[in-house]
């Protein structure tokens, strides 16, 4: 157990310090989409979903749970985060769409979860606004693109 930066000696879980790391900018993308009927896409797209305008509610979910991701998963850090940007796209393919979240702060340890906790609450804000339409969505390919800054 003595490699695992989260378990003590006895096995139990625990926060690690991260108050010896030195400070620097730290930076992560992550991404994931969701798939739906085109009938879903284009009232998503219009802006005509029966719950309202998904993209700009999704996108300011995601913003949200970034900065609540400490409260949400248990061994994370609470971070002064320096900028959250969520961004809700048709995905390439036209099967539905894509969230992209990046979030920033200077600090002793990274925004990964932040970055896929953002993403995560963004897509499941999409699907409850066009569940009435589209029982069948699926959610998937939710991953870490990119992480800057820290020793990795």
Same mark, same amino acid.
Request: glycine share 10%; aromatic share 0%.
């Given at each position: 157990? !003595?490699?695992?930066?989260?378990?003590?000696?006895? /096995?139990?879980?625990?926060?690690?310090?991260?108050?010896?790391?030195?400070?620097?900018?730290?930076?992560?993308?992550?991404? =994931?989409?969701?798939?739906?009927? #085109?009938?879903?896409? &284009?009232? !998503?797209?219009? /802006?005509?979903?029966? &719950?309202?305008?998904?993209?700009?509610?999704?996108?300011?979910?995601?913003?949200?749970?970034?900065?609540?991701?400490?409260?949400?998963? #248990?061994?994370?850090?609470?971070?002064?985060?320096?900028?959250?940007?969520? !961004?809700?796209?048709?995905? #390439?393919?036209?099967?539905?769409?894509?969230?992209? !979240?990046?979030?920033?702060?200077?600090?002793?340890?990274?925004?990964?979860?932040?970055?896929?906790?953002?993403?995560?609450?963004?897509?499941?804000?999409?699907?409850?606004?066009?569940?009435?339409?589209? &029982?069948?969505?699926?959610? =998937?390919?939710?991953?870490?693109?990119?992480?800057?800054? =820290?020793?990795?």
């Amino acid at each position: 157990m !003595a490699d695992l930066t989260h378990v003590d000696a006895q /096995g139990r879980a625990r926060m690690v310090d991260v108050s010896g790391k030195a400070e620097t900018l730290r930076t992560a993308t992550a991404t =994931g989409s969701i798939a739906m009927t #085109p009938e879903a896409l &284009k009232l !998503a797209l219009d /802006g005509k979903a029966p &719950k309202g305008a998904v993209e700009g509610v999704a996108e300011i979910a995601g913003v949200m749970a970034a900065k609540k991701t400490s409260e949400l998963i #248990p061994l994370c850090h609470p971070l002064a985060l320096s900028g959250i940007e969520v !961004a809700v796209k048709p995905s #390439p393919d036209g099967s539905g769409l894509t969230v992209t !979240a990046s979030v920033r702060t200077t600090g002793p340890t990274g925004v990964e979860m932040e970055a896929l906790t953002a993403v995560s609450v963004a897509l499941l804000t999409i699907y409850d606004m066009l569940k009435a339409v589209d &029982k069948a969505m699926v959610i =998937g390919g939710v991953r870490l693109t990119e992480k800057r800054g =820290g020793r990795s």
